[in-house]
């Protein structure tokens, strides 16, 4: 089995106070876990930004089709609107990347109290696309698949085979005399 590649860069300064302050506020704000989810959504943007950079200075019938499929994977993931310009590409910042994130959808739709709720019940599979078990709290969710999200959670009231017991008839005529009882005083 091949080993998986890292998908994120570290930060060339590693102590930066600037920056480090800066993703501190983002762990907060969208309940992240650690830094390298965070560098994970900077090296995504990274891709799209240094892919459209070279495309403003490229010219011909291949540079409009890269043009055209950057914008439909950008659209795909609603990262932009209709009729994008690479300008739009170039002004994406790391929070609407981080937005796209399952983590943040599900927080955002209300199915989770907050931001950290939505992670623990991702990670520990409660949260389903469609007919798909999702686990992965960094999944970019794409706008096609946003309205497929759903939480099932087993519910605390039922009893399980083990615990069922069964009441004589006996035993239902004293609790509902005695619930009696105690209402009409």
Avoid: C
């Amino acid at each position: 089995m091949r080993r998986q590649r890292r998908k994120y860069t570290t930060p060339r300064h590693p102590w930066e106070k600037e920056r480090m302050d800066y993703e501190d506020q983002l762990l907060r704000k969208y309940g992240l876990r650690r830094k390298r989810e965070i560098w994970k959504a900077q090296t995504i943007l990274r891709t799209f930004r240094t892919q459209a950079r070279l495309l403003l200075t490229k010219t011909g019938k291949q540079a409009e089709l890269e043009t055209r499929q950057l914008f439909e994977r950008l659209q795909k993931f609603g990262l932009v609107g209709e009729n994008p310009t690479l300008d739009d590409v170039l002004s994406l910042t790391v929070e609407k990347v981080i937005e796209r994130f399952l983590q943040w959808v599900v927080y955002q739709k209300g199915l989770a109290r907050t931001p950290r709720h939505a992670r623990q019940l991702i990670v520990h599979g409660h949260v389903q696309i469609g007919n798909r078990r999702v686990r992965s709290p960094t999944y970019m969710v794409p706008v096609s698949e946003e309205g497929l999200i759903e939480v099932s959670l087993p519910s605390r009231g039922e009893a399980k085979p083990a615990q069922v017991t069964e009441v004589s008839e006996a035993q239902a005529g004293e609790t509902a005399e005695t619930e009696a009882a105690t209402a009409s005083e």
